[in-house]
């Protein structure tokens, strides 16, 4: 009977029975041997922890590289208007805030960003990781990552309201030299050079330089605090934004070793000025940061991986402001952050992986600058209004991501962190993915997440306006979301996600005791939303077209009233149109919401707008080699304003830019 | 109801041009990942006379032939419209991936398509037979057998050594894999591993295969140690392997060519990876003897080609 059997399953293997032919001879043996060298070829490495869009619990938006190309980006700043939930104001004192979900702050503090996997939040003096980030430059970029929501379950500190994760190109991505230039209005210039290259021995290089300048918008500033005096002023003037920037990144492997890291020198002016008085361009800040890290992933069994890394952050400023016509104040000091992480990968089988890590960092500052005068050239030092001050910090996490049935994905996730200052902080995070009919799949996640207490907010010192508080608590939210995500048809893809996220120990500054000011752990804001999404992706002939759409409706709120100088409502359309293989063109709406004005504040709100930008591409020209883009942003020369703190209300709000022009050439070699 | 009227016309008019499009054969694109290769060249000439035989269209693009493969393709693909994609091979398969994730992809020759990147409209036939009828057939012909050693690269051959292990510890034979970075690492790996096995088994790894001398170097050490050799070619029959079970390769062509057709007519559900219909079972006689390794007379049954030592 076995004998039988195994006859039939022989059977049903052997339908081509040349029976008794000679052996393979030797040729054969070197067909087979091209063959298996035709196939090495391409090497595919798909981590089981990286989960698919589609997959993962988590609100994610992915823009490409082929995406920022379309989109005619200028910065970083230009892509992440673009995502569902995210909005850009410009500030007084020349940053841009990052708005998620219907909140934002002076310093984006609540919005991790990283580069290639490594936290960017190297400013310990007042938190935040857009400082000189936000406008980093686009042209190295591979793909950007935003994950809305809390993450501090995996990341830690400050991934709080969303972590945008910047990928950028690695020696594959480049094999060769790369360069481009860009110009455009307001003399703006960027220039990138870029060469990677993977050598025989396993060793790998890529390196990357970017150069930014820009005179900034010139946005008309009617009036300052002196100017509604009639005291002698800068106002009526103009902002005096100008930028300047220098990149330096480098990725180098050999086997399993990493070393990359990125260096990066910016010197801007100011939009307003740090005081109630406009600024002339004597307000110079100067930021240096960089950070280098050694990585090595170890293999000790085929199911069973280990991720080592050690790194070091610097971050210093180094910022002269302009408090009136003839005095100055001089503010600078460095942060760094030492540490490593150790992160071990257990594939329990094809269904199922957990990770579990530990992480320990030494955080410091000092070098503290504290000047004043009436001559810029010249000041003399005064009080400080920082200290030096020292914190270490550990964490252990651990993440579980299982798949018990074919269309369902559950997450379960910790992590504990404690800090020398201020103690420790324990945030959970679970949800399941669960693909109830093909092609749709439902959402739903719940997680806390924590944003430490800055330096500055713990020890500012000798201001008389505002003091620091040793006693701060970590901020906390917690966050329930849920969505459907669907793809009715193929090309299509559309998502609407449900948020609400409770912010709880808001540090912000209340009245003081010895100064009129002082941080503390005060009060808490409700945020909640619909976001919906949908994509369309052309095929046949218009390959590479697409359309798409996202509206988010946000409701926050501080003590039952709608939170200032964030819009009810925000929608973008994009089209993308592929002419041909070369051409394609570009065409974007931003439609914004009025905003509110605080209680106290008695100007009308600021009227929304809508702003439409288009682009031109054409890509692989002249033996595929060459890339041009040219883009024009706010076509329409719509005039539109961010709005200004109820402390500048005299001057209205802040005038943002007309019609600019951004043209772009890129080279392959 | 003059306008309900026109509307149901049209929808009926749109019913049968919508039924009269599927009814027509689509045009089907080829994606050769090299044509000197002989195993894809031969699986695309399978392909090919099942196709002229259902009055297919098809347009042919070879990888090899093309200075920027990527950027032609992406253009043949706006210009041809096709229905299907046919990829032969794991660059092929790769490159159309990248370029039309929106179209219907099937593969054929990739190595261990379990590592591939698998997406919505996804069919293949996978290169490797399936490991437990492999194994199954392992166990008939030698039912001593307890444990079988194989060397791999993690990057290229994973999920299928996975697969063979888990299918292995079913029908109770132990699977000894040893993984190695480089061909330099082949002669340690040997040593290491050939004392604990009774069999060793040369799978369609491209980094442990990666020529004559690899090939040599593991027949050499199988035959100090006195350890037969099982693979998954007959090509390696002449170094000295026992026994091997090939996919044949035609089959795999004209397989893939039926999975086509039903793919065409919407009757595959997607992500069906189908194992190669056909094989042929190899064994070297001479080299058992040599061996003085024993094995089941009564699976000489299933047996296609016998080698016999010269007289």
Known sequence: ?669 | MKIMDFCKVLILLSVFWVSAGFALPGKVLIVNSDNTVFRYETIASEFKKVLQQNAYQWTEFNLNSHADAEAELKQLIQQENPVLIYCIGTKAYSLARNVASNKKLLFSAAINWRRLDIGEGTYGVANELSSAQEISLLRYFFPTIKTIGLLYNDKFSREYVETIKKEALALGINIINQPINDTQEISGALNELLPKIDMFWIISDPVVLSSKASVQQIFQAAQQQKKPVYAYSEVFIEQGAVLAISADLATIGRQSASLALMINEDKVPEGTVQNPAGSTVTLNKCALDALRFSFNQDALDSVNKIVECDK
């Open chain 1, 1 to 669: 009977m076995i004998k039988y059997l195994y006859t039939l399953l022989v059977g049903v293997l052997v339908l081509n029975s040349s029976a008794f032919a000679a052996a393979a001879s030797n040729d054969d043996l070197e067909k087979e041997l091209a063959y298996l060298a035709a196939e090495r070829q391409v090497v595919i490495t798909a981590s089981k922890i990286e989960e698919h869009v589609d997959k993962t619990i988590a609100t994610t938006t992915v823009i490409t590289q082929s995406d920022i190309q379309q989109i005619g980006a200028r910065n970083l700043l230009d892509v992440l208007r673009l995502v569902p939930g995210i909005g850009i104001t410009q500030t007084q004192m020349g940053w841009r805030e990052i708005e998620v979900r219907g909140v934002k702050t002076l310093t984006s503090e609540k919005v991790q960003i990283m580069l290639n996997g490594h936290p960017l939040d190297h400013n310990l003096q007042n938190a935040g990781s857009g400082w000189v980030y936000d406008d980093l430059p686009v042209d190295t970029i591979k793909r950007v990552e935003v994950v809305r929501g809390p993450s501090s379950a995996l990341y830690g500190a400050n991934a709080f309201l969303a972590v945008i994760n910047i990928i950028t190109q690695n020696a594959k991505d480049l094999n060769g030299v790369q360069t481009s230039a860009g110009w455009g209005s307001f003399d703006t210039q960027q220039y990138r050079a870029s060469w990677g290259k993977q050598f025989d021995n396993s060793a790998e290089a890529a390196l990357h330089f970017n150069f930014t300048d820009t005179n900034g918008i010139n946005s008309p500033i009617p009036a300052d605090s002196l100017s509604v005096q009639g005291q002698p002023s800068s106002a009526p003037g103009r902002s005096q934004l100008t930028e300047g920037r220098y990149d330096l990144e480098w990725q180098l492997g050999y086997q399993d070793f990493k070393l990359d890291g990125r260096y990066i020198n910016k010197k801007a002016g100011t939009f307003f000025g740090a005081a109630s008085v406009l600024s002339d361009d004597r307000t110079q800040q100067d930021y240096n940061d960089y950070f280098l890290r050694l990585s090595r992933t170890w293999k000790i069994q085929d199911k069973f991986t280990v991720d080592t890394q050690i790194f070091h952050d610097f971050y210093s400023a180094d910022n002269r402001w302009q408090l009136a016509p003839t005095q100055f104040f001089r503010t600078g000091f460095q942060d760094t952050r030492t540490g490593g992480e150790i992160q071990a990968n257990y594939h329990i089988s094809d269904t199922q992986t957990v990770i579990s890590g530990f992480s320990y960092a030494k955080e410091q500052q000092g070098n503290l600058i504290d000047e004043l005068g009436g001559d810029p050239e010249h000041l003399m030092p005064t009080l400080s209004s920082s200290e030096e001050r020292t914190r270490r910090r550990w964490g252990i996490y651990i993440e579980d991501v299982w798949d018990p049935l074919k269309n369902l994905r559950m997450t379960l996730g910790a992590r504990y962190d404690r800090y020398s200052d201020f103690g420790g902080t324990f945030n959970p995070r679970m949800g399941f993915n669960w693909e109830f009919i093909k092609n749709y799949s439902l959402k739903f996640s719940y997680g806390t997440a924590y944003r430490a207490p800055a330096f500055g907010e713990l020890s500012l010192v000798n201001n008389p306006v505002v003091s620091g508080n040793p006693m701060l608590k970590p901020e906390e939210v917690k966050t329930f979301e849920t969505g459907i995500i669907a793809h009715p048809v193929a090309g299509l893809t559309t998502q609407a996600t449900y948020y609400h996220s409770a912010i709880n120990q808001i540090i912000s500054p209340v009245s003081g005791q010895t100064t009129i000011l002082q941080y503390a752990n005060n009060g808490s804001l409700i945020s909640e939303g619909v976001e919906l999404e949908t994509r369309y992706d052309f095929g046949g002939n218009l390959q590479g077209s697409y359309i798409s759409a996202n509206h988010v409706l946000q409701h926050s709120t501080q003590l039952s009233q709608q939170l200032a100088d964030v819009p009810r409502h925000r929608t973008n359309l994009t089209a993308n149109w592929a002419f041909d293989n070369t051409w394609s063109s570009f065409a974007h709406i931003l439609i914004k919401g009025n905003t509110l004005r605080n209680p106290s504040d008695t100007r009308n709100n600021v009227p929304g707008y809508a702003l439409f930008d288009v682009g031109l591409l054409g890509k692989n020209m002249f033996g595929q080699k060459v890339d041009i883009s040219f883009n024009v942003y706010n076509l329409l020369d719509k005039r539109y304003y961010d709005p200004a703190p109820t402390s500048l209300n005299f001057i209205g709000d802040y005038q943002m830019a007309g019609r600019a022009f951004f043209g772009h050439v890129s080279l392959k070699f």
